[in-house]
């Protein structure tokens, strides 16, 4: 299933943002999806994972400041961002695994494997004064 990420923009420090992803040609409901972020120069990286049963998983780094949320009757995904950093600035991206669950995952904590994607184009979140 291909998503797409949107809701981006700039947001000043301290500000909140809410990301949106949706499916073309699918359905999110039987599936987990995950959100990632690439800062400029940097890696793509992982931030939290919901799982078919609604099952919330965070990146430990991400814990506190990011909300993952569904709606299957809007076939959508959120990411509730706030108190956002500078250092918050990245494309962020939804994806999914394919399966139901976010696994690995211990507790609360999530560790994402190479199985997400594909990648769509993103949405920007520039974070600044």
């Known amino acids: 299933v291909q998503l797409q990420a949107s809701g981006g923009g700039l947001v000043q420090p301290g500000g909140s943002l809410r990301l949106s992803c949706a499916a073309s040609?699918?359905?999110?409901?039987?599936?987990?999806v995950g959100w990632f972020r690439q800062a400029p120069g940097k890696e793509r990286e992982g931030i939290s994972c919901?799982?078919?049963?609604?099952?919330?998983y965070y990146v430990e780094s991400m814990k506190g400041r990011f909300t993952i949320s569904r709606d299957n009757a809007k076939n959508t995904v959120y990411l509730q961002m706030d108190s956002l950093k500078p250092e918050d600035t990245a494309v962020y991206y939804c994806?999914?695994?394919?399966?139901?669950?976010?696994?690995?995952?211990?507790?609360?904590?999530?560790?994402?494997?190479?199985?997400?994607?594909?990648w769509g184009q993103g949405t920007l979140v520039t974070v600044s004064s």
């Open positions: 994806a999914s695994s394919g399966a139901p669950s976010c696994a690995p995952s211990f507790g609360s904590s999530w560790y994402p494997s190479p199985n997400f994607g594909p």
């Open positions: 040609g699918g359905t999110l409901n039987s599936v987990a």
């Open positions: 919901i799982s078919s049963l609604d099952g919330k």
